[in-house]
């Protein structure tokens, strides 16, 4: 009775069931060396649906976004002022965690996928990122400040989005090409993406990527960060050799 009870509920429960996603990037660890000039970042992966059918015609597509986001980082941010004629420092504010690098890759613009409700809390888009400053703001101070953030890091290419980006195949493969910039920052990167129909998030997956130093820039970051003081005297003793050997040269001609 329990087994004939189960397989007249097995097609309503796979009919419940949501799809899953099976993401994977073409590189899981970016080197950078002295020649790093950026690198382009392949996302791809399949959509499996419930009982392994493919969408049926005439049912409506979904979407893919795909979120490319580095190490938290804290940050300062100035605001300039013209003083006399003189641009000075006036107001700052510091956040506790922003994103060192974004990049946002979507197969529609993102606002036509899901509301503003749903892009703030999974963090769609430049816009919606939530960014922690250190200290309270009147919401016009702080909002002029995450607009100036946003706008540093886009203009360094950091922070950037690619609607229309994403190519579905077949309603079951996706894939996206995403740019990484020469001055990308190291540490551990994610990778998410998100299968949304209807303005609902239907599936998640992420993935990690690593991205760090090699050669002699790795021993240089490596030296400064675990051994300060003896990068310091060293530092100063090149810089001092250098200035001495330019200056012997100089007197020469």
Known sequence: MRRALLLLLAPLLMGQAKPVLVPDVSQRDIEIAYSF??????????????????PEQGEK????????????????VREKEQVAGIW???????????PSFYAIAS?????????????????????????????GAAPEVQGRFDKGLEDLRTRAGLYYQAPGAVEIADGVLYRARLAIPARVPVGKFTAETFL???????????????????????????????????????AVALSILFGWGAGAVWKRF
């Open 37 to 54: 000039t950026g690198a382009e970042l392949l996302l791809f992966g399949a959509i499996l649906y419930p009982g392994g059918r493919a």
């Open 196 to 234: 949304i129909r209807d303005g609902r998030v239907l599936a998640a997956a992420v993935r990690g990527i690593e991205i760090r130093k090699s050669g002699f820039e790795r021993f240089v970051a490596h030296s400064a960060e675990h051994y300060s003081i003896l990068y310091g005297i060293v």
């Open 61 to 76: 597509p979904a979407d893919i976004v795909v979120v490319v986001k580095g190490p938290t980082q804290s940050v300062q």
């Open 88 to 98: 000075i420092n006036a107001q700052r504010m510091r956040y506790r965690s922003a």
């Open 107 to 135: 197969s529609k613009p993102i606002e036509k996928i899901v509301d503003e409700r749903t892009r703030a809390i999974y963090e769609l888009g430049v816009e919606s990122l939530q960014l922690s400053p250190a200290s």
